[in-house]
């Protein structure tokens, strides 16, 4: 089993189940939204506490266009996507019914970025796909919600119905596929990032048409399976977990929370959703996986790993909370503490991941009013940005302690990157890395 090089093994309760990423990727590089083993967590890492305008801003540089997208980074390299307007002007994309969607009048740039990481200098970008989206998005989402993942070698990037990009580390386009053109509910927009399982790239489109989610082989594009979804519209990326010596695909929805086999695409397991349009990804841990989400109806779970068929009112079931549950954020998993957002409020809440206790619950961070971003953790801290400009720190604790509140002049939506002793956050109008000076 390899993701481009070797494996670095997170050990279950039982030793049954690992989160495949590169032994490479552990310390130095994040190679996914959510980094090295998909949980929020920078190992050995120690980036600052403290930050502002006019302290511990190494580099500063404006991103063009609108984007929501995190981060990644390997090596001396970041990248990231973006949705950048064009001048040219055309008729509005959209006759749909009144909604608060913004409707395109005019032609976007689908851009890949790679940053310098020393200097923030831009050193190439490519436009996968130049088009006017046939949708709008929310007031306050992006045509570039999703992410790019790496395994140190290819870049693949997903614009959803702009289609599946991989390039190679310089740029070098590699093979696209258009995948499928989605319908959202409410136009809210599009974002779900793709994941590596082994070999394979995996893609979910769950939206208000046909929902699938797609397999192709990571290095020529060539289409491995497909699966038909019975589910509405989602927010979700997927997560990969090696159980028992195979990678299995688990997607979080309405519906049905579900695992695929990798490799075929087969049905693995189920059990009945909880949450109405999820946008939080699952973590995995302990020998678990947790799904979360907020809207409507409100749920964290926490499912034990190795089952097959439909567990659903089974003790796969190891524990479920219907409160403190997020709406936007994906939950941190960080040694055996679970950190929540509240909804998308300003609060924060502990639980032990591995039997659900409760250590501290809605505990409001002051100078923050919503939260889309989700925590990170390194150094013993987590790090939670909020929407205008505000990052608190909190000690990595079963007690709640702030160590620390920093504003910058930008909002976060994105989740904040950490690799080594920096700190990356991107806003809406601007890229920052912060480490001491």
């Known amino acids: 089993m390899r993701l481009g090089h070797a494996i670095t093994v997170l050990l279950s309760l039982f ?40 302290k511990n801003i190494k580099w500063k540089v404006a991103i063009p266009g609108d ?19 064009t001048a040219e002007k055309s008729s509005p994309a959209s006759d749909a019914p009144r909604s608060i969607a913004k409707i395109p009048t005019a032609p976007l740039k689908f851009n890949v970025l790679c940053l310098d990481r020393e200097t923030g200098a831009l050193l190439w970008e490519r436009t996968a796909r130049e088009e006017i989206p046939h949708e709008g998005r929310h007031p306050t989402g992006s045509f570039s919600s999703y992410s790019p993942v790496t395994d140190g070698e290819l870049l693949w990037a997903s614009f959803g119905s702009r289609g599946l990009h991989c390039y190679d580390l ?128 409100y749920s964290i779970m926490a499912i034990e790993l190795g089952h097959t068929g439909d567990l659903s009112d089974t003790d796969a079931l190891v524990w479920h909370t219907e409160e403190e549950s997020p709406y936007v954020a994906t939950p941190l998993i960080y040694d055996e503490n679970m950190y929540v957002i509240t909804g998308y409020r300003g609060q924060l809440s502990c639980f032990d991941a591995q039997t659900g206790k409760r250590h501290y619950t809605g505990q409001r961070l002051e100078g923050v009013r919503q939260i889309y971003a989700s925590p990170t953790g390194a150094g013993g801290r987590v790090y939670i940005a909020g929407r205008k400009g505000t ?30 002793d920096e700190l990356y956050l991107r806003g809406e109008k601007y ?7």
């Open 15 to 54: 030793g049954l189940v690992t989160v495949g990423v590169s032994t490479d990727a552990a310390g130095d590089n994040w190679p996914s939204w959510r980094g090295s083993n998909s949980n929020g967590v920078a190992e050995n890492a120690d980036p600052p506490v403290t930050w502002s305008e006019t």
């Open 67 to 85: 984007g929501e997208s995190t981060p990644i980074i390997w090596g001396d390299k970041i990248f990231l996507q973006t949705a950048v307007p």
């Open 170 to 297: 310089d740029g070098n386009h590699q093979w696209s596929d258009d995948l499928i053109q989605m319908q959202i509910t409410a136009e809210f927009g599009e974002g779900s990032s793709p994941v590596l399982a082994g070999d394979a790239v995996i893609v979910l489109m769950d939206h208000e048409g046909e929902s699938k989610i797609f397999a192709f082989n990571k290095k020529t594009g060539d289409p491995l399976w497909e699966q038909d979804r019975d589910e509405p519209s989602s927010w979700t990326s997927p997560v990969a977990v090696e159980v028992e010596g195979a990678y299995q695909v688990i997607t979080n929805a309405k519906n049905y929370i579900r695992s695929y086999d990798a490799q075929t695409g087969e049905l693995i397991w189920q059990i009945a959703g909880r949450t109405d349009g999820p946008i939080p990804s699952p973590v995995a841990a302990f020998g678990n996986v947790y799904c979360a989400g907020g809207y409507r109806e």
């Open 391 to 420: 990052t608190v720190v909190v000690k990595h604790s079963t007690k709640f302690e702030v160590l620390a509140t920093n504003v910058l002049d930008d909002g976060f939506d994105a989740s904040p990157v950490v690799v080594g």
């Open 431 to 437: 890229l920052y890395c912060i480490a001491e000076k």
